[in-house]
């Protein structure tokens, strides 16, 4: 008999009210409640911290987006940004030598417009080493300088300078730039002008080097939209930058940051879908003399497999929307408290974040929830007569398939990453099968050692005996809770570790650049005098990549390649003695174990070697200053670029360039309130150009205690999603554990005896789970290291301490979670039996 939809929909929320105080439907429904908030609230939490790093990060560009060029952006261009309704800013930069009535000096010029800029903000003093205050730029007739500029010409604010043909007044001190942050070797000292005076300099003509950059700030739709429209009309000198592509340092640590909001959301999630499994099994079994009275009142097995189908789906609705409205409410309050230490202005997250919680715990339901159930429909009539007939279960790839399938879904559905999707199921599987079977063979062992042991240790382990695949995966479940937990306050610790040392306490904040030959000595000793700490000098000169193994350089790299720009300009080369410290080697050789060839080495760096296709052995030729010189890839070096020191995509071997004329740079610490040092520097050394980066490692610094602030959070997700599957673990084994305790109290056993066999049992059990997670966690973190996060892998000690902590964790819960066993009266679980 099949009953009409609505019927059914009403049967099975009746009795979803009847069961209610169920045990298992408390702890299902706590699961899914715990998968939905977390995954909301992290989605949430990370979604809007990102757009506020990226926020944040903008300011490194002045803008959201910047399409930047040596040719002016064309009329069509334009237009697509004014018409998606995009605030638009133009900056044109140049180099032209500033001049006064007594000396000159080589700057770098910034023309921009009233608009600018539209992120970050733009700072300035009335006077040298004055408090700063930020505004809008200089006005049309006037012109704002660096400190260095001033000192280098002995200018004052109030002085007039000239740029080309227009006479400029000094009235205010430049002291911050939002956009600075770019290539440091190219720095010279810095003036800001108005656009509306750069006609009137008569500096730029056909064939200037120019750099005009358009600025747009708008909603990230717009933005999408006007980096569609505009990609295809882009000119070969022309690209498109936003916040991670502007600037190596932010992207890494944006990319980490994700990865770990994504690894902590994953953890949540397989915890909380172990929990809805346990749970859902326990649901079928206690409902198959259920399903059997139905099939006897004239149910179709069907209409019974869609009456408990909409009973568990009405559930996971109530458990959705409830998750999805505390994971907001999560992420609120967490905004809330730390306001103080977040941006003023946080992007709100929209609705996706609520939506791809809620289908997280939809599909976790489905994936885990549906196997058991479709037993019900399976449930014989005769049930109702003899208890001891059981459905036939479904096909264990059917189980455990949909399962994988539901994991695997959620998982690439929060990460995106296939990589860390790969390495966490691929590890996870790894995991469990080995320890699985270790476990078992452990517990074979167990079985020979029991025969003289205590009374207490034989009820205890016997109870893990008597079905060894079930403690097996009790003990697995477990293992994974203290996996996972441990797996994120592992990564939590390694990235904080990796962050802070990228950026420790006294990272270089000036570049010294073109250090003349001749002073070189005479000014490292006075940079070690005002410096405490400071990197050795690097040669610089200054050479383009014409030609790889012969062939003309253009045309093997294609304007789509990502290196087609280190071949559009000139690169920074230099040579080396020996390997920098922050640098590794990932293929060939270094100078002193390289044979002599009839070419010279050069080492090139990894990620630019990818992106030219270049590979050991290969010719490279370079054009220095009209002179050609040719050298072979003798290796292949991996550069920390986050480390704040000069590095370079080119070292040669030395003897290779030294006859070229060449300046050189190095990277100095300056403790705050020095200023004056460096002005004297700069006046002693004119030539020199000292280029200050605070402002950068002050923004970078910022975004990483933002991350940081995540990273601490999440783990209380983490927390709660393994409780629950500790719990649902418990219950999963108390209709059982009722029916032994009773058992054994009508024998005559004392309370006291159930409470050490329980206490062995489920130390044992926790023991056992943190031998595995401490494996496991070492193996998992080897493939998330090696292949996702980019990190160096070292063993760990410390997670020796798990099994100690299974023991504490597992035991304690366990006592608590069968507390009712111990108290249940022996007649009545008798007379229920």
């Known amino acids: 008999m099949d009953l009409p939809f609505l019927r059914l929909l009403s049967l099975a929320f009746r009795q979803l009210l009847r069961d209610a105080r169920a045990g298992e439907l408390r702890v299902l429904f706590l699961a899914l409640l715990v998968a939905v908030t977390a995954t909301t609230a992290i989605g949430y939490f990370g979604a809007r911290l990102n757009a506020s790093m990226l926020l944040r990060a903008t300011e490194f560009l002045g803008a959201d987006l910047r399409l930047s060029g040596s040719s002016p952006a064309t009329a069509e261009q334009l237009a697509a940004g004014t018409t998606l309704g995009l605030e638009h800013a133009r900056v044109v930069e140049f180099s032209s030598v500033i001049a006064t009535d007594t000396a000159i000096q080589l700057a770098s010029v910034k023309a921009a417009d009233s608009a600018y800029p539209l992120r970050g903000e733009l700072k300035s003093a009335p006077a040298p080493y004055q408090p700063d205050t930020p505004g809008p730029g200089p006005a049309p007739g006037e012109a704002w300088a660096e400190t260095r500029l001033l000192a280098a010409l002995s200018l004052e604010v109030g002085d007039s300078i000239e740029v080309g043909e227009k006479s400029l007044r000094l009235t205010r001190v430049l002291t911050q730039e939002p956009d600075r942050a770019g290539n440091f070797y190219s720095l010279t000292p810095r003036v800001l002008m108005h656009l509306d005076d750069l006609d009137a300099t008569g500096v730029v003509q056909p064939g200037s080097r120019v750099r005009y950059r358009e600025l747009w700030r708008g909603a990230p739709e717009a933005l999408q939209a006007y980096r569609q429209q505009v990609t295809p009309l882009l000119a070969a000198d022309q690209r498109l930058e936003d916040a991670r592509a502007g600037n190596r340092q932010i992207g890494n640590a944006l990319a980490r940051g994700e990865r770990y909001l994504n690894l902590a959301s994953l953890a949540a999630v397989l915890l909380a879908g172990i929990a809805v499994a346990l749970s859902a099994a326990r649901f079928a079994i206690r409902r198959f003399d259920a399903s059997a009275l139905l099939r006897c009142l004239g149910l179709s097995r069907r209409a019974t497999l869609a009456l408990y189908g909409l009973q568990l789906g009405l559930l996971g609705l109530l458990a959705c929307g409830l998750g999805a409205a505390l994971g907001w409410l999560a992420q609120q309050g967490l905004f809330w408290l730390l306001r103080d230490l977040l941006p003023a202005e946080v992007p709100a997250g929209g609705l996706i974040p609520a939506l791809a919680g809620g289908a997280t715990g939809l599909v976790a339901l489905a994936g885990f929830a549906l196997p058991p159930l479709a037993a019900l429909g399976r449930v014989p009539p005769l049930r109702v007569l003899r208890r001891d007939l059981v459905p036939v279960p479904p096909a264990a790839w059917l189980t455990y398939g949909m399962a994988l399938l539901a994991l695997g879904l959620i998982m690439w559905r929060l990460s995106l990453d296939l990589r860390l999707t790969l390495a966490l199921l691929g590890g996870g599987l790894l995991a469990a099968f080995a320890l699985g079977a270790l476990l078992l063979s452990g517990l074979r062992t167990l079985r020979r050692l029991l025969a003289t042991a205590p009374l207490a240790w034989r009820l205890g382990i016997g109870q893990l005996l008597r079905h060894p695949l079930a403690a097996a995966g009790q003990a697995l479940a477990f293992g994974l809770i203290l996996l996972a937990m441990s797996l994120v306050a592992l990564l939590r610790s390694e990235l904080l570790d990796t962050w802070q040392n990228q950026l420790p306490e006294q990272a270089p904040n000036y570049f010294a650049l073109n250090v003349l030959p001749a002073e070189k000595e005479r000014f490292m000793a006075e940079v ?292 009712r066993a111990l108290n249940a009266s022996p007649l009545q679980v008798l007379r229920e039996g």
């Open 528 to 819: 070690a005098r005002i410096a405490p700490q400071s990197a050795p000098l690097y040669p610089v000169v200054m050479g383009r990549l014409t030609a790889i193994n012969g062939e003309p350089v253009r045309q093997i790299v294609s304007k789509e390649s990502s290196g087609e720009r280190a071949t559009q300009r000139d690169l920074n080369l230099t040579w080396a003695e020996r390997l920098p410290a922050d640098n590794r080697l990932s293929a060939g050789q270094w100078w002193d174990r390289l044979e002599h060839g009839e070419l010279p080495g050069v080492s090139v760096e990894a990620e630019l070697a990818k992106n030219l296709g270049l590979g050991l052995g290969d010719r490279l030729t370079f054009s220095v200053g009209g002179i050609t010189r040719d050298a072979r890839v003798s290796s292949l070096r991996e550069v920390h670029w986050d480390s704040f020191q000069p590095n370079f995509y080119m070292i040669f071997q030395p003897g290779t360039l030294q006859d070229l004329p060449a300046t050189y740079l190095t990277s100095f610490y300056l403790p705050p309130g020095r200023d004056a040092e460096v002005v004297r520097l700069a006046r002693s050394f004119p030539t020199v150009t000292l280029l200050q980066v605070e402002a950068l490692l002050a923004q970078l610094r910022g975004i990483l205690a933002q991350v940081t602030l995540a990273v601490e959070y999440v783990l209380l997700f983490v927390l709660a999603a393994g409780l629950c599957v500790l719990f649902a673990g418990l219950q999963a084994t108390l209709d059982e554990r009722l029916r032994q305790g009773a058992l054994l109290r009508a024998l005559g056993a004392r309370r006291r005896l159930l409470v050490q066999t329980r206490r062995l049992e489920f130390a044992l059990l926790g023991a056992s789970s943190g031998l595995l997670a401490a494996l496991g966690c070492e193996l998992v973190s080897a493939l998330l290291y090696r292949f996702v996060f980019d990190l160096p892998w070292h063993p760990h000690p410390w997670l020796l301490l798990l099994p100690a902590l299974g023991a504490l964790l597992v035991g304690a819960a366990g006592l608590l979670g069968t507390q």
